[in-house]
């Protein structure tokens, strides 16, 4: 038997390391130190035996960066590599005794579908950033854990920061529990529910402490200090919808041969900001914005940057953050029609004016722009009125939305100086 303490656990979690219930949420603010305790509970529990594990994300590329890397981290602190095979073409990890962690992207449905361990039964599935996921999608993890004759319990754990009240999440488990915003515990009915925020992470940094606590948008400390399910007021962008472009039966189905009209829009990031690229296309008639891709990434060099660009948009054109001429000539010798936007003198602004003005439909798909458009709000004065300042939060894709857009916006617009 494997015994872990607070020496290299935060205690908050300790309870909850051989919980049974069969679905289980952890939830919270940044840093909080979620994803780093149920990166050790894989590791402990694959040790011990009896349990395999599927890791999934919405977008697998996502998976290496994230908690396949921090479950590396904990082989290694641990000092117990040498009972690991760690896979990094395969994302897969074995352990000594023949139990996995296998890694896969929610974007795979195929491949999801044929994985099996090699020794018993997936017995956990856990979904990282789980927002981002569609409630059928979550329906059919959970069946998915059917059948096996082990003794094991099954579980399906959920982890994510809280971002709205209205995401089918809280409806879902939250609701029916009657979860209050100061309660950080629930266990009944086949249900585990923790919450946490940095005060539980004793591993932070003053300064990771000080940038939490300084946060001074409502929404922001509301959901990333303080963990606490969001309520978004001053929402700028309301002119959307989500639809299923590949589907027939749908009202706004796009097929790919119609999708002709491309604008793609780049802006870069690396560490703590994804690269994100937004791919459109645009039916300029009926004032139409149709997403139906996107590239949400960060810890992408140049060079890797650019293959995914053109894994997405072939030799389409981009236009790019001009900030970064350095990155944009690197994309152009690795082959990427990259060009910079001009982003003129009050270019924000009116770019979310164009954008406001148009009907934008994002592709169920792309839960990244989802994402940011549910979220990104004016700054609030001390009233709690909106000013005509967007929150510089969360706008990654935004932003690269509008650089795609800025040609159209030309006519009506004169780029004069850099903003």
């Given at each position: 038997?494997i015994?872990?303490?607070?020496e290299?656990?935060n205690?908050?979690y300790?309870?909850?390391?051989?919980?049974?219930e069969r679905r289980?949420?952890?939830f919270g603010?940044s840093s909080?130190g979620?994803s780093?305790?149920?990166s050790q509970?894989?590791?402990?529990?694959l040790?011990?035996?009896?349990?395999?594990y599927l890791?999934?994300r919405?977008v697998?590329r996502?998976?290496r960066?994230?908690?396949y890397?921090?479950?590396?981290k904990v082989?290694?602190?641990?000092?117990?590599s040498?009972?690991?095979?760690?896979s990094?073409s395969?994302m897969?990890?074995t352990c000594?005794?023949?139990?996995?962690a296998?890694f896969?992207?929610?974007?795979?449905v195929?491949?999801?579908?044929?994985l099996?361990?090699?020794?018993?039964?997936?017995t956990d599935i856990?979904?990282e950033?789980?927002?981002?996921?569609?409630?059928?999608t979550i329906?059919q993890?959970f069946?998915?854990?059917r059948?096996?004759?082990?003794?094991?319990?099954k579980?399906?754990t959920l982890s994510?920061n809280?971002?709205l009240r209205?995401?089918?999440i809280?409806?879902e488990?939250?609701?029916?529990?009657?979860w209050?915003d100061d309660?950080s515990?629930?266990?009944?009915?086949?249900?585990a529910i923790?919450?946490?925020?940095y005060k539980?992470?004793?591993f932070?940094?003053a300064a990771?402490i000080a940038?939490?606590?300084?946060e001074?948008?409502?929404?922001?400390?509301?959901?990333?200090?303080?963990?606490?399910?969001?309520?978004l007021?001053n929402v700028?962008?309301?002119n959307?919808?989500?639809a299923?472009?590949?589907n027939?039966?749908d009202?706004y189905?796009?097929?790919?041969?119609?999708?002709?009209n491309r604008r793609?829009?780049?802006d870069?990031?690396?560490s703590?900001d994804?690269?994100a690229m937004s791919?459109t296309?645009?039916?300029?008639?009926h004032?139409?914005?149709y997403i139906?891709?996107?590239?949400y990434?960060?810890g992408?060099?140049n060079d890797?940057?650019?293959?995914a660009i053109?894994?997405?948009?072939?030799q389409?054109?981009?236009?790019a953050?001009?900030a970064?001429?350095?990155?944009?000539a690197?994309l152009?010798?690795?082959?990427?029609?990259?060009?910079?936007?001009?982003?003129?003198?009050?270019s924000v602004?009116?770019g979310?004016?164009w954008?406001?003005?148009?009907?934008?439909?994002?592709?169920k798909?792309?839960v990244?722009?989802?994402?940011?458009?549910s979220s990104?709000?004016?700054k609030?004065?001390?009233?709690?009125?909106?000013?005509?300042?967007p929150?510089d939060?969360?706008?990654?894709?935004i932003?690269?939305?509008?650089?795609?857009?800025e040609?159209e916006?030309?006519?009506?617009w004169?780029?004069?100086?850099?903003?």
């Amino acid at each position: 038997m494997i015994k872990l303490h607070e020496e290299v656990i935060n205690s908050v979690y300790l309870p909850f390391l051989d919980a049974s219930e069969r679905r289980q949420i952890f939830f919270g603010g940044s840093s909080s130190g979620k994803s780093v305790f149920l990166s050790q509970r894989v590791v402990y529990d694959l040790l011990q035996g009896g349990r395999n594990y599927l890791i999934t994300r919405q977008v697998g590329r996502t998976l290496r960066g994230s908690v396949y890397t921090e479950i590396k981290k904990v082989i290694s602190d641990w000092g117990v590599s040498e009972l690991f095979d760690v896979s990094r073409s395969d994302m897969l990890i074995t352990c000594q005794n023949g139990y996995q962690a296998i890694f896969c992207g929610l974007d795979d449905v195929e491949k999801l579908k044929s994985l099996t361990p090699q020794k018993g039964v997936i017995t956990d599935i856990w979904v990282e950033e789980a927002t981002e996921t569609e409630q059928p999608t979550i329906k059919q993890l959970f069946k998915r854990q059917r059948g096996g004759s082990g003794k094991t319990p099954k579980r399906l754990t959920l982890s994510f920061n809280p971002i709205l009240r209205s995401h089918w999440i809280y409806e879902e488990y939250f609701a029916n529990a009657e979860w209050a915003d100061d309660q950080s515990v629930y266990r009944g009915d086949g249900l585990a529910i923790l919450k946490t925020t940095y005060k539980n992470n004793r591993f932070l940094t003053a300064a990771d402490i000080a940038d939490l606590e300084n946060e001074s948008d409502p929404y922001f400390r509301d959901v990333y200090t303080l963990g606490k399910w969001g309520v978004l007021g001053n929402v700028i962008f309301t002119n959307w919808r989500v639809a299923d472009l590949d589907n027939p039966a749908d009202e706004y189905y796009l097929p790919t041969n119609q999708r002709t009209n491309r604008r793609n829009g780049l802006d870069f990031g690396f560490s703590s900001d994804p690269a994100a690229m937004s791919c459109t296309h645009y039916d300029r008639n009926h004032k139409r914005i149709y997403i139906f891709d996107e590239l949400y990434e960060t810890g992408l060099t140049n060079d890797i940057l650019a293959d995914a660009i053109k894994t997405k948009i072939a030799q389409d054109y981009v236009k790019a953050d001009s900030a970064e001429p350095k990155s944009i000539a690197e994309l152009q010798g690795h082959g990427v029609s990259a060009e910079g936007a001009k982003k003129g003198k009050d270019s924000v602004l009116f770019g979310i004016q164009w954008l406001q003005q148009q009907e934008i439909i994002v592709d169920k798909r792309c839960v990244n722009m989802r994402n940011e458009l549910s979220s990104y709000k004016w700054k609030e004065d001390a009233g709690g009125h909106a000013m005509r300042v967007p929150v510089d939060r969360n706008n990654h894709l935004i932003d690269a939305l509008r650089y795609a857009y800025e040609d159209e916006m030309a006519d009506k617009w004169f780029f004069s100086s850099y903003d």
